[in-house]
């Protein structure tokens, strides 16, 4: 007797690991130390928001290509393998946050494109570490309750990031950085992507560059 379930039209949230070797590490490192930080809400309540780099486009203003060439491997394989696109996408903004013990973001999405990611490196690894993503498109309007929560029946889920870990999910999903607990900063670089070439049929197509 079948017992297959098939999540038809979900949002495709894709988790890999990019690797960084010691001197790749430190470079970037170097790098996240001598940047300049905004509040990235400067209406959150109790002056708790975290904190993003005054620079979002990381990859075009400083030597970090062979962090960008392996994050694009791996989206590469997610974008080729996974989705079958037929169209090449580019980073556009790259950006760092930085938060503090006590700090988290409000619940967002990224306007004008069609995937982000976030990469994680050198953070104190713990299960109060997430990133949560939340659903306001439920297919349904009853609130039943459930024994156990999965991926099936949640309308948010969080994902416990570790050092390494690059996540990819679709820019207009709701998402958060959850508040940071341990005494250590979290650090993490988050970027937005756009598919190249030509885009659609017809009266509807657009190629972009």
Known sequence: MRNDIWPLFSKTIYVTDVILNQDEESKLNKIYDNIEFNKARRNLEHNRSCEISKELQLFHCHPLTFLEEKIMERFHNFSKNIMHYDNN????????????KGQ??????????????????????????????????????????????????????????????????????????????????????????????IIGAGDSAVQLR
Do not use: C, Q
């Open 104 to 197: 988290e973001s409000m619940l967002h999405t990224h306007k004008n494109h069609m995937y982000s990611m976030v990469y994680y490196w050198g953070n104190e690894e713990t299960e109060d570490n997430k990133i949560e993503f939340k659903n306001y498109n439920s297919a349904t309007s009853f609130n039943i309750s459930t024994k156990e929560k999965n991926i099936y029946n949640s309308d948010e889920y969080g994902f416990k990031v570790n050092n390494g870990m690059l996540i990819v999910f679709p820019t207009e999903v709701h998402h958060m950085i959850l508040e940071n607990k341990n005494n250590s900063i979290r650090k993490s670089m988050a970027m937005n992507l756009l598919p190249t070439g």
């Open 89 to 100: 996408f580019i980073i556009t903004n790259s950006w760092f946050t930085k938060t503090h």
